[in-house]
C-alpha cells in the first residue's frame, strides 16, 4: 500500500525550532516529489514547497521562502520540514502529499497531518 | 486573499446537483491542469479531480470537473450527505511558481 506517515503532534514555544517528518512507502520514494501543505486552524490549504527526494531539488511558495526549510534523507524514504525559530503564527496542520506524476500534478497520496502549537 | 477564488459556501438538498467554481489568470488556471480536493472534516484532504476532468479510482462517477478559459468548475450530480465536506481547486501558477488553491467551498447537504 502506498502510503505517507507523519510525525505525531507538537506543542512548542515561540523561539525553539521544530523539524517534523514525512516518510513514506509502498513506491519508489526518489521517484515522486513531496510537498508540503499549511492548513491554518479553521482556514484553508496552502502550498509551502516540495522536495524531490531523489537529487534534494527543492522549491518554495514565495509566501514560505526563508520561513522554513524542506530537506529529505532518501535512505529512509523520509521527508522533513523544519523550523529554526518558530511563532505563534505557525500553529497549524502541516500534511505531506506526493504528486502523481510531475510538481505540477494532483497530489493523490497525503499523510495524516502533523498538529504543531506553538504557545508565545 | 487567494489567488484562486471559489464561492465560500455551497448548498443543494439530496439528489440535487451543486457546481462549484474555481476563477483564476492566464498565469495559472488559463495555461495549467486543474485538481480538485474534497476534506471531509477533521481529515486529510482527498484528491477528487485531477488534471481538469480526470476521476481517480474509486471516485463515483457524480463528481465531475470542468475547465473553461480562466476558470473551472466542479460539479456533484445525486447530491448525498456524505458529499458534506469543504472543496478546494488547485493549480500551478507559473508567475509565483508553485502551487495556488482557491479558499475553500463548504458544501451543505441540507
Same mark, same amino acid.
Given at each position: 500500500?502506498?502510503?505517507?506517515?507523519?510525525?505525531? &503532534?507538537?506543542?512548542?514555544?515561540?523561539?525553539?525550532?521544530?523539524?517534523?517528518?514525512?516518510?513514506?512507502?509502498?513506491?519508489?520514494?526518489?521517484?515522486?516529489?513531496?510537498?508540503?501543505?499549511?492548513?491554518?486552524?479553521?482556514?484553508?490549504?496552502?502550498?509551502?514547497?516540495?522536495?524531490?527526494?531523489?537529487?534534494?531539488?527543492?522549491?518554495?511558495?514565495?509566501?514560505?521562502?526563508?520561513?522554513?526549510?524542506?530537506?529529505?534523507?532518501?535512505?529512509?524514504?523520509?521527508?522533513?520540514?523544519?523550523?529554526?525559530?518558530?511563532? &505563534?503564527?505557525?500553529? &497549524?496542520?502541516?500534511?505531506? &502529499?506526493?504528486?502523481?506524476?510531475?510538481?505540477?500534478?494532483?497530489?493523490?497520496?497525503?499523510?495524516?497531518?502533523?498538529?504543531?502549537?506553538?504557545?508565545? | 486573499?487567494?489567488?484562486?477564488?471559489?464561492?465560500?459556501?455551497?448548498?443543494?438538498?439530496?439528489?440535487?446537483?451543486?457546481?462549484?467554481?474555481?476563477?483564476?489568470?492566464?498565469?495559472?488556471?488559463?495555461?495549467?491542469?486543474?485538481?480538485?480536493?474534497?476534506?471531509?472534516?477533521?481529515?486529510?484532504? +482527498?484528491?477528487?479531480?485531477?488534471?481538469?476532468?480526470?476521476?481517480?479510482?474509486?471516485?463515483?462517477?457524480?463528481?465531475?470537473?470542468? +475547465?473553461?478559459?480562466?476558470?473551472?468548475?466542479?460539479?456533484?450530480?445525486?447530491?448525498?450527505?456524505?458529499?458534506?465536506?469543504?472543496?478546494?481547486?488547485?493549480?500551478?501558477?507559473?508567475?509565483?511558481?508553485?502551487?495556488?488553491?482557491?479558499?475553500?467551498? +463548504?458544501?451543505?447537504?441540507?
Amino acid at each position: 500500500e502506498v502510503q505517507l506517515v507523519q510525525s505525531g &503532534a507538537e506543542v512548542k514555544k515561540a523561539g525553539e525550532s521544530l523539524k517534523i517528518s514525512c516518510k513514506g512507502s509502498g513506491y519508489s520514494f526518489t521517484s515522486y516529489w513531496i510537498a508540503w501543505v499549511r492548513q491554518m486552524p479553521g482556514k484553508g490549504l496552502e502550498w509551502m514547497g516540495v522536495i524531490y527526494p531523489g537529487d534534494s531539488d527543492t522549491r518554495y511558495s514565495p509566501s514560505f521562502q526563508g520561513q522554513v526549510t524542506i530537506s529529505g534523507d532518501k535512505s529512509i524514504s523520509t521527508a522533513y520540514l523544519q523550523w529554526s525559530s518558530l511563532k &505563534a503564527s505557525d500553529s &497549524a496542520m502541516y500534511y505531506c &502529499a506526493r504528486p502523481k506524476t510531475g510538481i505540477r500534478y494532483g497530489m493523490d497520496v497525503w499523510g495524516q497531518g502533523t498538529t504543531v502549537t506553538v504557545s508565545s | 486573499q487567494s489567488v484562486l477564488t471559489q464561492p465560500p459556501s455551497a448548498s443543494g438538498t439530496p439528489g440535487q446537483r451543486v457546481t462549484i467554481s474555481c476563477s483564476g489568470s492566464s498565469s495559472n488556471i488559463g495555461t495549467n491542469i486543474v485538481n480538485w480536493y474534497q476534506q471531509l472534516p477533521e481529515t486529510a484532504p +482527498k484528491l477528487l479531480i485531477y488534471s481538469d476532468n480526470q476521476r481517480p479510482s474509486g471516485v463515483p462517477d457524480r463528481f465531475s470537473g470542468s +475547465k473553461s478559459g480562466t476558470s473551472a468548475s466542479l460539479a456533484i450530480s445525486g447530491l448525498q450527505s456524505e458529499d458534506e465536506a469543504d472543496y478546494y481547486c488547485a493549480t500551478w501558477d507559473d508567475s509565483l511558481n508553485g502551487v495556488v488553491f482557491g479558499g475553500g467551498t +463548504k458544501l451543505t447537504v441540507l
